[in-house]
């Protein structure tokens, strides 16, 4: 919910509050406030939702969304192919660092060769410049993604990302921050040496006061670890590698991942990250493919483009069910298959689950910073026509973010079931007849209880 406070704010901001350097000490552009100086507007909230700024050749267009939700409009390209598909693929386009949304358009091929395959192609700008994938550039993205999903034919089971550096970083954060399947999520990614870890970057900075700055991140990684977490893919540190409490790419496992880097490209450190996402990726059994091509400079032109795009053209949407699976959530709302109320906001949920059809048994595991957790039972291949067996398992170590008292809830259940044991014994449950909800309260699942339900 907006205020006029709040935008006055925003809009009124001191030069002097301004960062006048980037990440590299490069000296930013001049403006009346943060958002001029990174390249981007606040939204006025009172104009039309998109319009249409210039038409840059046929079938591309530079458009502006006022209202996005967020205290900031977006800037956009699109490129609507001559003969699309039916529905047609959707290529949503990241920039580098400190570059437009017409980055893509102009530094690389990628408009007009995933145009020539009846594709649509989205080029965000992410709300600024320099957003490094932070909340309010993410839900710029979301927007304008639901609104092109609306107008045209997306095939929602094909929708990509590319993006290269900061976009290559942006385009993976996304896949693995949005798990709504009621919108569009993406089914595969190519990520050119993309910075996948902020706090990485943050040491590597020259200059940290635009990662810092109130309207970003508002300090440090270590004053604000969560701020940089779940704007990152993993979490890169000094002194011991991935940080496997803060890794977002555990919700890569379906998504498609395809990595590209220099050897001697002069940012070294980003293709250390590029590298350890790989390897990261590949524990988890992950669809991978990685590419080291010679370019002694940090540029787009080291994607083969033809080639990038052919891997994605062969990659759908498909939705984990069976097998071992986990999940890393940072707020309340749908997560595949499970719906989730946090105990504590502002930091990860976690939880793994093993879902096996055959026997009809789901196994839910390191749980953490969960006050309640729906299961969609049915589109776990579950049933709740036939005895269903549970097993829960908090995480072994208590902490401020693990709550001893979990809500689990399972729905499918169009009558209440005649017995619900928990270790053998009968054990009292919630039903709801109107939503067909079966609700079980558990208060030590660190001894993994057996439920049984017998319908």
């Known amino acids: 919910m907006h205020t006029a406070l709040l935008l006055s704010a925003l809009t009124l901001l001191s030069p002097q509050d301004a960062p006048t350097r980037g990440l590299n000490g490069e000296a930013l552009a001049h403006g009346e406030s943060f958002a001029q100086v990174l390249g981007g507007a606040h939204s006025s909230f009172d104009g039309p939702s998109v319009r249409v700024e210039e038409v840059l050749e046929q079938g591309v267009y530079s458009l502006t969304m006022e209202s996005t939700g967020t205290d900031w409009e977006e800037r956009f390209l699109v490129g609507v192919p001559a003969n699309p598909i039916d529905p047609a693929p959707l290529l949503v386009c990241f920039h580098q660092y400190s570059t437009s949304e017409r980055d893509t358009y102009v530094h690389t091929g990628l408009f007009q060769e995933a145009m020539s395959r009846g594709w649509y192609v989205l080029a965000p700008l992410g709300a600024h410049e320099v957003n490094c994938g932070i909340s309010y550039s993410q839900q710029n993205i979301r927007v304008v993604i639901d609104w092109i999903s609306e ?24 896949a693995a921050r949005h798990l709504d399947p009621d919108q569009a999520m993406f089914a595969a990614v190519v990520n050119h040496t993309g910075t996948v870890s902020l706090r990485d970057i943050w040491h590597r900075a020259q200059d940290t006061s635009v990662l810092e700055h109130p309207l970003m991140f508002g300090g440090s990684p270590y004053d604000f670890p969560f701020a940089y977490q779940q704007a990152s893919t993993i979490e890169l540190t000094p002194w011991s590698g991935i940080d496997a409490r803060s890794d977002l790419a555990r919700n890569l496992g379906h998504v498609s991942v395809q990595t590209w880097c220099a050897p001697q490209d002069p940012l070294k450190h980003l293709v250390r990250q590029t590298r350890a996402l790989l390897r990261h990726l590949m524990r988890f059994g992950g669809d991978v493919d990685c590419h080291e091509e010679r370019a002694a400079r940090h540029t787009w032109d080291s994607l083969d483009e033809v080639q990038a795009l052919d891997f994605l053209e062969s990659k759908r949407l498909s939705l984990p069910t069976q097998g071992t699976h986990s999940v890393l959530a940072i707020h309340d709302g749908r997560w595949l298959h499970f719906d989730l109320k946090q105990a504590v906001t502002g930091g990860f949920s976690a939880w793994r689950w093993h879902a096996d059809s055959d026997s009809n048994l789901l196994f839910l595991d390191g749980l953490r910073n969960i006050k309640t957790l729906r299961v969609r039972t049915e589109d776990l291949e579950l049933s709740p026509h036939k005895t269903l067996r549970l097993i829960l398992g908090a995480q072994p170590d208590r902490t401020q973010h693990s709550q001893r008292t979990t809500r689990l809830v399972l729905d499918g259940f169009e009558v209440a079931p005649r017995t619900v044991l928990r270790e053998g014994r009968p054990v009292s449950y919630e039903y709801n007849p109107d939503r067909g909800e079966l609700t079980l309260t558990e208060k030590d699942a660190a001894n993994l209880p057996l439920y049984v339900i017998v319908p």
């Not at 929602?156 to 954060?173: D, I, K, Q, T």
């Open 151 to 174: 107008v045209v034919r997306v095939d929602r089971g094909r929708v990509y990302g590319v993006g290269f550096s900061m976009g290559g970083g942006c385009a993976l954060n996304f």
